[in-house]
């Protein structure tokens, strides 16, 4: 179904794999297309309650192949036709989305690892904003994320400087989640996935759609917000579960329901 990339379901993680290790992962239309469509069938698939984004041999996403990119080209058009619609998706998607970077991020790869909710990486995986380097700014929701992430400052030092840091640095700085070692990458991955797949992901949704929101919110607004997402999650079956579970001095069996 997919040629740019791979797609697999295992125990209600849906594993999205960028396959053009050739080119690093760069993205090429049919890969941005492909991920967006992947997405979209995650999202949907009620049985899916995780979701892992990472690379085909070693890289995560070297960012636009720019041997797919022409002189005349309306870099804004491609971002509105493509990056664009497939940073929305994600962000629209209320399930965990993590991304297991298994080397460089650089560019709009680095833009769709920020998109992710988790961020976890080898200890040989390094984050570079590359744009600067062939007089372009940073794209595909990287003004947006980056700055929420580390911070303003920061922010401006990593897309001006454009300077390539390694994983140790970019966990200090709040980047990332954890630095996997090697040999441990992927179990580790798989765990954390798996982990994420048994909370109550009901829960996680609203988590995730109210926090963005706050940004554009006031105080108000946030507490509406969270009584509105309370008294939801308060009717469903994993609060009953959760509750059940804590009496009974056992381990909870969430549903995402």
Known sequence: MYETILYEVKNQVAWITLNRPDKLNAFNEQMKVEVR?????AAKDHDI???VITGA???FCSGQDLQSVKEDTDYGELLRKYYNPMIREMASIEKP????INGTAAGAGLSLALACDFRLATANAS???AFIHVGLVPDSGNMYYLPRIVGHAKALELAIL???ISAEEAKNIG???KVV????WETTITHFAEKLAKMPTKAIGLIKRYMNQSWDSNLQEVLDKEAYAQRIVGQSSDHKEGINAFLNKRKPNFEGK
């Open 175 to 177: 980047l990332i989640t």
């Open 49 to 51: 309650r995780s979701i």
């Open 37 to 41: 469509n992947a997405l979209k069938d």
């Open 127 to 129: 984050f570079i904003e």
């Open 181 to 184: 070692p090697l040999e441990e």
């Open 97 to 100: 989305i993590i991304a297991a």
């Open 162 to 164: 454009g300077e390539k």
């Open 57 to 59: 041999g070693r890289a």
